[in-house]
């Protein structure tokens, strides 16, 4: 079973760049989330969707951050203007339902640096 | 707001040596409580734990839950090198079940 891909792996921009990460989630899996993991913390989510509705955006940074997941398949995550401290790994994973078990599937994370 | 604390920060030891993790967590409408293992790349899942007083065990490592006192433990015995990373914890919580809120993490460095 291939695990959730994401892309770029790895991403430096100067602070009021734009910048864009892909999401694609395992096959079939229905739920899909975007956490920011701020070096020495762990993940914090920024957005759930539970095929291409939104079920949980509260932590987003709405002013600057937006998401879609337009088919429910693969997701997009964009950040416009980035600000220093949009400085974390990007970590998207996914999940059979909400009503699956707890366990989330997660991706190699891109790694992003405002410079 | 839910809480998720662990501890220590970090730790080194020599391989050989026998760690200790602790999760301790405030939440509301506990689910389940997840330890994931970090090291350059995606989260890699360890164990799901719902009940009190069951141990789980995967080779050298293994985990218990107790609910009365809110935490739960991660043991790894025979430390190798190839245990150095983060390890985190995570408690599913909510009426849903659908929020899962991380701590900040133990990272473990493993010496030859």
């Known amino acids: 079973e291939a695990g959730v891909a994401q892309s770029p792996r790895y991403k430096i921009i100067e602070k009021r760049q734009s910048v864009a990460f892909w999401c694609n989630p395992i096959s079939g899996h229905a739920t899909l989330y975007w956490y920011q993991q701020i070096l020495g913390q762990g993940p914090k989510l920024l957005i759930q969707?539970?095929?291409?509705?939104?079920?949980?955006d509260s932590q987003l940074p709405k002013d600057r951050f937006s998401a879609e997941r337009l088919k429910g398949v693969d997701s997009t995550l964009k950040i416009q203007p980035a600000k220093l401290e949009d400085s974390a790994v990007y970590l998207c994973a996914s999940r059979p339902s909400r009503l699956a078990g707890a366990r989330r599937y997660f991706g190699p994370g891109t790694r992003l640096t405002v410079l | 707001e839910d809480k998720v604390v662990q501890s220590p920060l970090s730790l080194v030891v020599h391989e050989g040596d026998t760690v200790t993790l602790n999760c301790s967590y405030e939440v509301t409408n506990f689910r389940s409580l997840l330890w994931y293992k970090q090291e350059k790349k995606a989260p890699t899942f360890l164990f799901m734990l719902?009940?009190?007083?069951i141990e789980k065990k995967s080779g050298r490592l293994s985990s218990i839950l107790d609910k009365k006192e809110l935490f739960s433990i991660l043991n790894i015995t025979a430390t190798q090198t190839g245990d150095s990373a983060i390890y985190l914890c995570a408690v599913e919580a909510g009426a849903a079940g659908n929020k899962l809120t991380f701590g900040g993490g133990t990272r473990v460095l493993v010496k030859p």
């Open positions: 969707f539970q095929n291409n509705g939104v079920v949980d």
């Open positions: 719902t009940s009190s007083g």
